[in-house]
């Protein structure tokens, strides 16, 4: 009897239970999955990202390793073909052609295979993007976490949290753009150096925001709770402070990616940009500018291209956005 | 408030200090140097070199050439390392020029950001709202001298009017009527294509503000008291959402100097951006330095008179 009673009651108490609306039904990660794929633009835009990584891989390995694209290869009887035109069979020696059979992009002034340009500059494009993001997420998270979390330390008659900040401040007082393009044109031409500084000049807001968030979570139960139990400082930060900070610096990661690209592009069309034989989506843009009635394909390829890429970076950036935080979703 | 105001000032000279060495130093550390710009002359004989680096206090330690160029900024000897003119009455005529633009740019970004910022709120998860997004971040992604180009070759296209430059070149006969026109035209188009990042940065801002106040209490209560829609949007909540944009006043002075250089050198017009680019490519570090001195002023004005404006409006906000 009490038996029967027990295996009727189970399956109904869980199925009470489940529907409770204070139980979750799911978690963070599958709440954020949710969240993202319902942004249809913010999906497009991450199946173009994934496309364009691996044009970007393929583009280094076929490019530099195994040279199938050759964007070197200089054909002075083939230049300005537009794209989709065949190569001239007389005049251009048969280790020359391009692969396909074809100009897929069309030629350029000198005859390269604006193909091939492409994909080379599609990995340079994007690995000053994520280098120099890279350098200005770790200095931020960094600045900003010293100050957020050891802020009221004293360094003589300064606290750590003054001493950061202002340095911040003075950061913020150069006109970024200006300062980026002195010291670009004062070194030594190069893609590091270009990286480089423009991690070096972007760092600031990742840092302002980082520390309010420490400063903020510092003050919540599970860090207080947390100390009090006597963890380490490490574990404190990088266990529990950090994973709940990252959120905004993954959004501002990806919107500084597509910034990065773009401030090189505007670099190169100055004439500071990463100079040959490198090829970037920027430079190829900035030197077909001059031919922008003859061969209109050597500026609208590019240009279409970098706007693409930026526009997919910026809208996963603001799905993200969307999806990782709580308080704009009820919007 | 005065108070608050004399130290705020006084911190801000030891920021603007600070910032001084620092640029002084990045350019003086970098390699490449005035004397250098021209390698391959072979009039330059090295005592001609040591000539001209004697000249510019070149051979001098940092801290006195940091030092000479504070005491000449502020006397008003400071002379340009590429033509030695004074360096002042140089920044003052490319400002002069630059100003148009930016009023321009500036009027066009505040007139098209807040109606499209305030519609996309009020009418949240509609058409025009999704379609406005994906305007503005279309606006944020393009390059802007991508844009710009295409923009040239429409406009000379479609309207046959030259937009290279301040003014067309031998209109001085012409009437006035057409002087004017033509100089209008020549302002609109390149301010127009400054403004473009602006009003789609803008235009979003406006969007999350109205946002932010249209979901607070008072706006419902607004509501519940029966006030009509326009009532509700314009005197309660849109007042409440201007506050953060007060501010920007004070935001906006560092642009008239930065932001520009892109577009100053695609339509060729001879504003501040254009004589700093001209001045790095040829290492004149007076000018480089002094464009970058005011601009550090004029942030730390900025953000001083944005504080100040702030607790101006918003009594909510005290300044201690």
């Known amino acids: ?331 | 408030m005065h108070a608050f105001i004399i130290r705020n000032v006084f911190q801000r000279l030891i920021l603007l200090f600070i910032v001084s060495v620092l640029a002084h130093s990045v350019i003086h550390l970098a390699p490449g140097e005035p004397s250098e710009v021209d390698p391959s002359n072979p009039r330059m004989k090295p005592e001609d070199i040591a000539r001209i680096r004697a000249a510019f206090h070149l051979d001098d330690p940092l801290y006195l050439q940091y030092a000479y160029w504070m005491r000449d900024l502020f006397t008003g000897e400071l002379k340009s390392f590429k033509d030695s003119q004074p360096v002042l009455p140089k920044i003052w005529r490319r400002f002069l020029n630059s100003l148009p633009l930016f009023l321009c740019a500036t009027l066009l970004v505040w007139t098209f950001a807040f109606p499209a910022g305030i519609h996309a709120a009020v009418r949240r998860g509609s058409l025009y709202d999704r379609a406005s997004m994906f305007v503005a971040y279309a606006l944020i992604s393009i390059p802007g001298f991508f844009l710009s180009y295409i923009m040239i070759m429409w406009v000379v296209n479609t309207f046959g009017v030259p937009v290279i430059g301040m003014k067309t070149f031998g209109m001085e006969q012409a009437e006035p009527w057409y002087r004017i026109m033509d100089r209008l035209w020549h302002l609109v188009i390149p301010s127009l294509m400054s403004a473009v990042l602006g009003v789609a940065v803008l235009s979003r801002y406006v969007r999350s503000q109205m946002l932010e106040v249209i979901s607070q209490d008072y706006v419902r209560t607004a509501r519940a008291k029966g006030l009509d829609d326009d009532t509700v949007i314009y005197r309660h909540a849109l007042r409440n959402a201007l506050l953060p944009f007060v501010t920007m006043f004070g935001l906006l002075l560092p642009g008239l100097i930065g932001g520009s250089v892109i577009f100053e050198q695609i339509f060729a017009w001879p504003g501040l951006g254009r004589l700093g680019y001209e001045a790095i490519l040829a290492r004149d570090f007076p000018v480089i330095l002094t464009i970058n001195f005011i601009a550090a002023v004029l942030t730390l004005a900025g953000t001083l008179i944005s504080d100040i404006l702030y607790a101006v409006v918003d009594p909510r906000i005290r300044l201690q």
């Open chain 1, 1 to 331: 009897m009490r038996d029967t009673i027990e295996q009727q009651r189970t399956p109904h108490a869980d199925s009470v239970l489940a529907e409770e609306p204070l139980v979750p039904h799911e978690t963070p990660w599958q709440e954020f999955v949710r969240i993202f794929l319902q942004n249809r633009l913010a999906v497009a835009s991450c199946v173009v990202l994934v496309l364009l990584l691996i044009a970007a891989l393929a583009g280094k390995v076929l490019t530099e390793w195994v040279v199938v694209f050759d964007p070197e290869t200089v054909r002075l009887p083939d230049k300005f073909r537009p794209p989709l035109s065949r190569p001239n069979d007389h005049l251009v020696p048969a280790h020359d052609r391009p692969v396909l059979g074809m100009y897929l992009f069309g030629t350029d002034e000198l005859g390269r295979d604006v193909f091939a340009r492409m994909l080379q500059g599609s990995f340079v494009s994007l690995s000053i993007g994520f280098i120099a993001v890279g350098i200005s997420m770790v200095i931020g998270i960094v600045l900003g976490g010293l100050s957020g979390f050891y802020g009221n330390v004293k360094l003589g008659f300064i606290t750590v949290d003054t001493l950061i900040m202002r340095f911040t401040d003075v950061m913020l007082c150069f006109p970024t753009f200006f300062l980026i393009l002195t010291v670009v044109a004062l070194l030594p031409p190069s893609i590091y150096n270009i990286m480089v500084v423009i991690g070096l000049t972007s760092w600031m807001g990742t840092a302002r925001f980082v520390r309010a968030e420490f400063l903020a979570l510092r003050e919540q139960d599970f860090v207080v709770a947390a100390q009090a139990l006597g963890l380490p400082e490490r574990r404190i930060i990088f266990r529990h402070m950090v994973p709940n900070a990252i959120a905004p610096v993954l959004v501002s990661a990806t919107i500084g990616v597509a910034t990065a690209i773009l401030t090189e592009s505007a670099l190169s069309f100055l004439g500071f940009g990463v100079q040959p034989p490198y090829a970037t989506w920027g430079n190829i843009l900035a030197g077909g500018k001059g031919f922008i009635f003859d061969a209109p394909w050597l500026f609208f390829i590019p240009g279409m291209a970098i706007f693409i890429v930026v526009l997919a970076f910026n809208l996963v950036g603001e799905g993200l956005r969307e999806a990782l935080n709580p308080r704009l979703r009820n919007r």
